[in-house]
């Protein structure tokens, strides 16, 4: 017996055991990935990159293509075990190594293969302030994962949002670096749950390391213009959350390029920060089709051959999904070998982790998924529990003159885009054995006594003839456009008058937001606002309730309506919760992760930015309509008796008090801020520090402590040393970035 061969032996021995048997062409090809469906004899016509349970593979083309050599990673299958233990079975008994695959696959908010759980979309989980309830998430999406036969998720989104513009905002935490930063510690822990050989865990994989968020103009893949000292202080902590507390394994690669380097490329950010600094266990990933954007959009060559070479002598482990056929791929990476312009010791190095990674996934001893265990795990009570308790702590009320809670209505109207059709958000499952219930459904069965009427009013987009949406012509990317809807804003304006109140159910579907859905403008799409005003006139109290993927401009709908109430894409129980929210059977208590601006013009809008600019413009206040950490609720809370006492060594022990003071129980997102009045450098005048999502019933009191130390004091002062300065620091508590109820001044001496 080898020692790769010998389970008793640590993972990191049998991998250096294998390597050491392993041919040029064997080690290539566990750096190389391949679309699984591409080599499906008949996939499905239904669902995108599935295969159906009756389908096969075609094993001349796997053996045309794979030969004795095996595939490091297969993506793109969706099916069930059966059909992925039938190629697995190829790799062990057929390949010269007998070296198992690993299966890899999107699972944003839940596995995109149709039938899975669908949870809320990662920047509706960050509305609930709640990092246990994530944790939660990230396990059941585990679980449903590795049930169905995927090892890996390209997966969690830890980009941070600051441009309300960029079309995957829906994919993030939001635009907040501790909280984004708390939230991907959070959903990797319950995903991979420390020990990825469970048939439990999986192997997590943030993207888009490690600044994307903040492309020029919004739009996605574009440039960050942005200097050392924010990339260390406001986007690279959120990374090392997930990879240092999470224990996420490996990182996809950003697209864009950061002060005019492409990420791709770059040793800095592939070899000295993100292995020698941050510790990354696995490897780094190319994104779909990132190497060839290095000629196509970079210009940094005219040769693809040459953008392999920049990608992996800059620290990348293995390209992505579509850059580059196997064979060019092998060729390549072969003649620069030849020619001394890659060394072997690099691609040895990415082989070895890749190799280690299986070997504490358990692959080897067993590489087979059970192919009955699935159905007692999808959609299972236990996760269908955590769906519906993350959709309604995610519901934010943004405002209200007391129309909500619902009280007993006698006649009420449904209307918008999506009152009678669930938005689900990108990179989702589709339902498949079961239904999505609409905001009008739920309300039909929540109120059974009272006239219930519905009307669409109009459209988000129009469909103009096609039946599908391509992005960069990405085929895992598909979006079905929305079916025709016929604007009926006079059928909708009748419909209202006369009514208790009038739900409007408004916002984004997934041709306004998700990937490739950039936008220019932030107001409503189509005809939405005029619907809301034109409903608004009659005089019935309007109720607007958004399914929306990013912020909105909504100056003149807070002007006319009664009631806003902020839902984002909640996933399978989505309308439940918007209609429990409604009539009162729960508190809402979310919070916003992303700031909403007043004017569209108003970019970036984001709270944490720093001083210095005018407090103005010609038009009004700099200042967001709706800050970040906003939320209303149906009671009132009450701080107090806050104090701060040194702890030594720059740091302080903080306590306050929150009461309920009004009549009903409630959740409290209670939020500690700093500002560092005393700095060399310029540092924003308020930054989250801390928070908690407590319950409280009426009357009820309870003492909050939150401990304060160096990481969350510290500055890079002008030498890019991280220190705490001697000085003053404000400590601010209170239910919002904007609503601070009480302040206290520490010194740090």
Same mark, same amino acid.
């Given at each position: 017996m080898k020692d790769y061969q010998n389970p008793a032996l640590f993972p990191e021995m049998r991998a250096r055991s294998l390597l050491a048997e392993m041919t040029l062409d064997e080690k290539l090809a566990q750096i190389n990935i391949i679309r699984g469906v591409e080599y499906t004899v008949n996939s499905?016509?239904?669902?995108?990159?599935?295969?159906?349970?009756?389908?096969?593979?075609?094993?001349?083309?796997?053996?045309?293509?794979?030969?004795?050599?095996?595939?490091?990673?297969?993506?793109?299958?969706?099916?069930?075990?059966?059909?992925?233990?039938?190629?697995?079975?190829?790799?062990?008994?057929?390949?010269?190594?007998?070296?198992?695959?690993?299966?890899?696959?999107?699972?944003?908010?839940?596995?995109?293969?149709?039938?899975?759980?669908?949870?809320?979309?990662?920047?509706?989980?960050?509305?609930?302030?709640?990092?246990?309830?994530?944790?939660?998430?990230? =396990?059941?999406?585990?679980?449903?994962?590795?049930?169905?036969?995927?090892?890996?998720?390209?997966?969690?989104?830890?980009?941070?949002?600051?441009?309300?513009?960029?079309?995957?905002?829906?994919?993030?935490?939001?635009?907040?670096?501790?909280?984004?930063?708390?939230m991907a510690a959070a959903i990797i822990s319950g995903e991979q749950k420390g020990d990825i050989s469970r048939k439990d865990a999986i192997i997590s994989e943030p993207k888009h390391y490690c600044v994307h968020g903040i492309a020029e103009g919004g739009l996605n893949c574009a440039p960050a213009r942005v200097g050392v000292r924010e990339v260390e202080t406001c986007y690279l902590p959120v990374f090392e959350a997930g990879i240092r507390r999470g224990g996420?394994?490996?990182?996809?690669?950003?697209?864009?390029?950061?002060?005019?380097?492409?990420?791709?490329?770059?040793?800095?950010?592939?070899?000295?920060?993100?292995?020698?600094?941050?510790?990354?266990?696995?490897?780094?990933?190319?994104?779909?089709?990132?190497?060839?954007?290095?000629? =196509?959009?970079?210009?940094?060559?005219?040769?693809?051959?040459?953008?392999?070479?920049?990608?992996?002598?800059?620290?990348?482990?293995?390209?992505?999904c579509c850059d580059v056929a196997p064979e060019e791929y092998y060729r390549d990476i072969k003649e620069l070998l030849a020619e001394g312009k890659l060394n072997e010791r690099d691609i040895d190095e990415s082989v070895f982790r890749i190799l280690k990674m299986k070997f504490e996934l358990g692959l080897f001893e067993h590489p087979y998924t059970d192919e009955e265990g699935y159905a007692s795990v999808v959609r299972c009570e236990k996760h269908r529990n955590v769906m519906k308790k993350a959709a309604e702590e995610a519901i934010v009320l943004l405002q209200n003159d007391g129309v909500l809670p619902l009280s007993a209505p006698k006649k009420l109207a449904v209307i918008g885009p999506s009152s009678a059709k669930q938005q689900l958000g990108g990179y989702s499952s589709n339902p498949r054995g079961y239904e999505i219930a609409s905001v009008y459904g739920e309300i039909v069965k929540r109120f059974p006594d009272a006239e219930?009427?519905?009307?669409?009013?109009?459209?988000?987009?129009?469909?103009?003839?096609?039946?599908?949406?391509y992005v960069d012509g990405q085929p895992h990317l598909m979006k079905t456009l929305d079916a025709d809807i016929d604007d009926m804003i006079e059928d909708a304006v009748k419909l209202a008058s006369g009514c208790d109140a009038a739900i409007l159910v408004c916002g984004d579907n997934n041709v306004t937001s998700g990937e490739g859905s950039d936008r220019s403008r932030l107001v409503l799409n189509g005809r939405q606002r005029e619907l809301i005003l034109r409903v608004a006139a009659t005089g019935t109290p309007v109720v607007l309730v958004l399914e929306n993927g990013k912020a909105i401009e909504l100056s003149a709908e807070a002007k006319v309506c009664a009631a806003i109430v902020v839902a984002g894409?909640?996933?399978?129980?989505?309308?439940?919760?918007?209609?429990?929210?409604?009539?009162?059977?729960?508190?809402?208590?979310?919070?916003?992760?992303?700031?909403?601006?007043? =004017?569209?013009?108003?970019?970036?809008?984001?709270?944490?930015?720093?001083?210095?600019?005018?407090?103005?413009?010609?038009?009004?206040?700099?200042?967001?309509?709706?800050?970040?950490?906003?939320?209303?609720?149906?009671?009132?809370?009450?701080?107090?008796?806050?104090?701060?006492?040194?702890?030594?060594?720059?740091?302080?022990?903080?306590?306050?008090?929150?009461?309920?003071?009004?009549?009903?129980?409630? =959740?409290?997102?209670?939020?500690?801020?700093i500002n560092d009045i005393d700095s060399s450098i310029v540092t924003p005048g308020r930054l989250l520090r801390r928070f908690r999502r407590i319950t409280l019933a009426p009357g009820e009191e309870k003492k909050l402590t939150f401990v304060l130390g160096f990481d969350d004091l510290k500055l890079l002062d002008k030498r890019m040393k991280w220190i705490v300065e001697p000085g003053d620091f404000d400590i601010m508590v209170g239910a919002s970035s904007a609503d601070i109820r009480m302040n206290t001044v520490v010194t740090v001496r």
């Open positions: 499905s016509k239904y669902f995108t990159c599935t295969a159906e349970d009756d389908d096969h593979f075609d094993f001349d083309k796997v053996r045309a293509s794979i030969g004795k050599n095996g595939i490091g990673y297969i993506h793109d299958i969706y099916s069930f075990p059966r059909i992925k233990n039938e190629i697995q079975k190829y790799l062990v008994e057929e390949t010269r190594l007998g070296i198992p695959c690993i299966f890899t696959g999107e699972a944003l908010h839940g596995l995109s293969f149709a039938g899975c759980s669908i949870f809320p979309v990662p920047l509706t989980l960050s509305q609930t302030f709640d990092p246990e309830l994530v944790r939660q998430v990230g =396990d059941g999406i585990a679980r449903e994962t590795r049930s169905l036969g995927h090892h890996e998720i390209l997966a969690p989104n830890l980009d941070v949002a600051r441009d309300p513009r960029w079309g995957r905002t829906e994919e993030t935490f939001g635009e907040d670096t501790y909280l984004s930063s708390e996420a394994y490996n990182v996809m690669a950003c697209y864009n390029s950061i002060d005019g380097e492409p990420v791709l490329t770059s040793e800095h950010y592939l070899k000295e920060v993100l292995k020698d600094r941050i510790g990354l266990r696995g490897i780094s990933r190319a994104d779909w089709g990132a190497i060839n954007r290095l000629v =196509d959009a970079h210009h940094l060559t005219r040769s693809r051959k040459e953008a392999i070479r920049m990608a992996l002598s800059g620290g990348l482990d293995m390209q992505g219930i009427r519905q009307c669409d009013g109009c459209g988000i987009t129009k469909s103009n003839g096609e039946t599908t949406h894409f909640g996933g399978e129980y989505g309308a439940c919760a918007i209609v429990r929210a409604l009539a009162g059977d729960i508190n809402p208590a979310g919070r916003l992760s992303v700031s909403y601006p007043r =004017d569209e013009g108003m970019i970036p809008c984001y709270y944490s930015r720093n001083p210095g600019g005018s407090l103005n413009y010609l038009e009004g206040s700099t200042a967001p309509l709706f800050p970040f950490g906003h939320g209303l609720s149906y009671t009132k809370f009450a701080y107090s008796g806050l104090t701060a006492r040194e702890l030594g060594n720059a740091s302080f022990e903080v306590s306050f008090t929150v009461k309920n003071e009004g009549d009903c129980e409630g =959740d409290e997102v209670v939020q500690l801020y």
